[in-house]
């Protein structure tokens, strides 16, 4: 079973840049979908970005365009998220999902493997 561990949160100031990484274990992974969610307590679950494990395709969020982006490692088993240019409206619980499939990026629903999350919280 896959399994996510994400590392890289934490507080930085509004104009700062931040990395994520979301660690997989379970087994080397050989196609399917990574991706990049985040949540608020007032917001749904929304799309950052994903990326086909075999890198055939890369997707981003309306939000986040031009600002951040993913990488994977296949040695590594990891998936980053460079993010740039942030602001307090990016402070969020950041989620890395994992779908075995390549799936419609942007739906949750269709991940069935996801991390604890890791909280980034961005100050004025």
């Known amino acids: 079973q896959v399994r996510l561990v994400e590392s890289g949160g934490g507080l930085v100031k509004t104009g700062d840049s931040l990395r994520l990484s979301c660690l997989v274990s379970?087994?080397?992974?050989?196609?399917?979908?990574m991706a990049w969610f985040r949540q608020t307590p007032v917001k749904e679950r929304e799309f950052i970005a994903a990326t086909w494990w075999d890198g055939g395709r890369i997707d981003y969020g309306d939000s986040v365009t031009g600002r951040v982006t993913i990488s994977r490692d296949k040695a590594k088993n990891s998936v980053g998220l460079q993010m740039r240019s942030l602001t307090p409206e990016d402070t969020a619980i950041y989620y890395c999902a994992y779908s075995e499939d390549l799936v419609v990026v942007h739906i949750s629903r269709q991940y069935a493997s996801w991390g604890q999350g890791t909280q980034v919280t961005v100050s004025t």
């Open positions: 379970g087994g080397a992974l050989s196609t399917g979908t």
